[in-house]
């Protein structure tokens, strides 16, 4: 940690502007609330000044930050800069399995089971054909049979096979008491028919039957009792077509973390307003939202809040009495109007467990824990950048709700993939936007960069489904060259 800590940890210019058209961008601020212990602070960054206009706390009614204050601000974070691997071992250990609840099975999609599921019947219930052909008694052998009567699926046969005898059978249909085989209706050959000439009245057996042949034993598929799903699995198509067959109409499932996004910044106009000036359109919400909506979870809207102790506040208490999560974009810099840190700590008695990361985009992230009115909430406070605040969300945040959800494997997919042209590095580990290519002669599919990575345009996450994980610039490395395999985190369809 001493080589990152000594590296120039000055706020990165594109994810502390406000870019036209995209969601809430500001450098990390501290001017409030930083003599106030917290988890992991570094306090270097502490002014004396600052110690005693805070020891009162924050004067809510204040929309204006006051001109000294600002010229006085400290001019670099009191937050020791951690590995994003430090940073996702400290969320994930902050991260409990919400409780269970009963669910109906066909709401139950996407869903992982707290409970195991057993069948209370075997599967088939009956001895079933495997064939379409004829029930028959294996000791009579080959030769000819009379027809008597046929089993079709969904009925019992009255009639039960006697020696020289046998009947017509559909597949699936139920085995008539006294036969122990099927023969397939090609290895037979009719002997005799019916004057109308539409019933099989006699049949010859081509084959010698064996017993057993072609029939389906009852449990040979599904024993009664067994487990059929288990503990922590996911409810997909094909887990909720069992459940129908097994008759379990209702499951045990674990809890949804309900989840709250807002958005910071005086700037920012819901999508559906028209453009002033001085104003852009808030996309980051938008974004969060709809992909978590896309992994199934219930989403509360906590709208936009300014850039005022006040409205900040009021937003995060009623995220914490409605949702188990909040996610809020912006804030966390290094700039005047960057509050949200003082606001968890001072108003909310917040644990603030990081609030810089060692990597590209995403520098300023933060997380926090609250105690609120629904118990211990988890807070992530992304940078404003619409590419930060994504690249952040499926780093920190969808690994964090699945593993609320009850996923065991909760971490993202990683793959390798090679790079179509040369990358260079950065000073920082990078997560690099890319869209996966095959072709028929390729064991391992290309990577194609979706251009420009600055952190605020978001067109760069247009169409990219996977991150590619570069490590930082070193003396020995200064890029990635054509074809070099790289890992890779699935963040879209492939």
């Known amino acids: 940690m001493d080589s990152v800590l000594n590296l120039n940890d000055e706020a ?72 994003v691997e430090e940073a996702v071992s400290t969320v994930i250990k902050h991260t409990t399995v919400l409780g269970t609840e009963e669910v109906f099975y066909k709401k139950s999609l ?22 379409d052909g004829y029930a028959v008694v294996a000791s009579d052998g080959e030769g000819n049979r009379l027809v008597t009567g046929d089993s079709t699926a969904g009925t019992m046969p009255a009639d039960s096979i006697k020696p020289g005898y046998c009947m017509r059978i559909n597949t699936g249909a139920p085995l008539p008491l006294g036969a122990d085989a099927v023969v397939q209706v090609e290895d037979t050959v009719l002997v005799r028919d019916a004057d109308d000439g539409r019933t099989e009245v006699e049949i010859k057996i081509m084959s010698l039957p064996k017993v057993g042949q072609d029939i389906r034993a009852v449990g040979s598929d599904i024993k009664a009792g067994q487990v059929v799903l288990s503990k922590g699995q996911c409810l997909g198509p094909s887990e909720l077509g069992i459940l129908a067959t097994v008759g379990v109409t209702h499951v045990t499932c674990y809890k949804l973390p309900i989840v709250g996004v807002m958005s910071t910044g005086n700037e920012l106009i ?40 006040t409205s900040l506040l009021t937003v995060l208490k009623i995220g914490l009495e409605k949702t188990d999560v ?49 118990g211990k909430a988890l807070f992530f406070g992304l940078p404003g950048n619409p590419v930060s605040a994504v690249v952040t969300c499926n780093l920190y945040v969808i690994p964090t709700l699945r593993k609320m959800s009850g996923c065991p494997n909760y971490q993202r997919t990683l793959m390798n993939v090679k790079v179509e042209k040369d990358i260079q590095l950065d000073p920082r580990p990078e997560y690099h936007r890319a869209v996966l290519q095959w072709t028929d002669d390729d064991h391992l599919p290309t990577a194609l960069s979706t251009g420009n990575q600055i952190s605020s345009r978001l067109l760069s996450m247009s169409s990219s489904n996977v991150l590619l994980m570069l490590p930082p610039k070193s003396a020995q490395r200064q890029m990635v060259t054509k074809g ?9 369809r492939l």
């Open 484 to 492: 070099e395999i790289v890992k890779a985190m699935v963040i879209g």
């Open 326 to 374: 909040i996610i809020s974009t912006g804030g966390v810099s290094m700039g005047e109007k960057d509050l949200l840190k003082s606001v968890l700590q001072t108003d909310l008695k917040a644990d603030i467990h990081f609030g810089r990361v060692f990597m590209k985009p995403g520098k300023p992230t933060t997380f926090a824990t609250i105690n609120g009115p629904r």
């Open 12 to 83: 990165e210019p594109a994810e502390g502007k406000t870019v036209g058209g995209s969601g809430h961008h500001k450098n990390e601020h501290r001017y409030h609330g930083e003599n106030h212990h917290h988890h992991g602070d570094n306090q270097q960054g502490h002014h004396g000044h600052e110690h005693h206009h805070h020891q009162h706390g924050l004067h809510h009614e204040q929309s204006e930050v006051d001109a000294t204050r600002i010229a006085h601000r400290p001019r670099e974070s009191p937050y020791p800069i951690i590995t």
């Open 110 to 131: 996407g869903r992982y089971l707290a409970e195991d599921v057993t069948a209370k019947d075997p599967l088939p219930p009956f001895p079933a054909s495997i064939k």
């Open 270 to 309: 819901e999508p559906d307003e028209p453009l002033r000036e001085g104003k852009i359109r808030d996309s980051n919400k938008t974004t969060l939202m709809t992909q978590l909506e896309e992994y199934g979870y219930p989403v509360v809207d906590l709208k936009v809040a300014k850039d005022t102790p």
